[in-house]
């Protein structure tokens, strides 16, 4: 009940494309989603965050869609650019807990 | 921007030696945490600590494993009797408040056991 699934593994995206990875999960005591954004050799960096009384939050090309009833979220790219490839991470935690649940983690290549 | 400061960020260590790695959260930061990447695998939540005691810890996290905040600003993660199966990516991140709130992480250690 406390993970977090992830897919696909890797997506290749055209310049200018759309990126799209999705996250689900079990626990409904969850309250806040978190994307991370790890480029090789660097730790994971807060990329965008969302709690569940919002369906949609937009900061620039990035969009978190979350969908409280089917317990998944997803992360848009838009205007994918060859500066987006790297690996993306869902998480999620609890109010009041301290650790972060993360996703298997995608690896996003953008193609020039 | 502060950061999370961690060092070595490699380390390399026969098996059955200690081993500790170092880190320098954010300075008005009041959790901290230790997270493990194995190679290609998902980062895997170990500790939490709040005023110098452990608040939260995995299964992984056991009695080869300890943590210390020896003063005002470093946080260290001690391996005991290392193994094989201990070489990751080890993440420190810190969080000023409990629960909802972004994490902020270093750039890790890259431990290897030989």
């Not at chain 1, 890797?10 to 409904?28: F, P």
């Not at chain 2, 490699?10 to 009041?30: A, D, K, W, Y």
Request: hydrophobic content about 35%; overall charge neutral.
């Amino acid at each position: 009940q406390q993970q977090v699934k992830q897919s696909p593994q890797s997506l290749i995206v055209q310049k200018g494309g759309i990126s799209i990875i999705n996250c689900a999960y079990e626990n409904t005591a969850f309250d806040y989603f978190p994307w991370y954004q790890q480029f090789p050799g660097k730790g994971p960096a807060l990329l965008i965050a969302i709690r569940p009384d919002v369906s949609e939050k937009k900061e620039g090309r990035f969009t978190i869609s979350f969908n409280k009833s089917a317990k998944q979220f997803s992360l848009h790219i838009m205007d994918s650019q060859p500066g987006d490839s790297a690996t993306y991470f869902c998480a999620a935690s609890k109010t009041g807990a301290q650790k972060l649940v993360f996703g298997q983690g995608t690896r996003l290549t953008i193609n020039p | 921007e502060p950061e999370v400061t961690q060092t070595p960020s490699h380390q390399v260590t026969q098996m059955g030696q200690e081993v500790i790695l170092r880190c320098v959260p954010i300075s008005n930061h009041l959790y901290f945490y230790w997270y493990r990447q194995i190679l290609g695998q998902k980062v895997e939540f170990l500790v939490s600590f709040y005023n110098n005691e452990i608040s939260e810890k995995s299964e992984i996290f056991d009695d080869q494993f300890s943590v210390e905040r020896p003063d005002g600003s470093n946080f260290t993660l001690k391996i005991r009797s290392t193994k094989l199966e201990d070489s990751a990516m080890y993440f420190c991140a810190s969080g000023r408040e409990l629960g909802s709130q972004p994490q902020h992480f270093g750039d890790g250690t890259r431990l290897s056991i030989l």
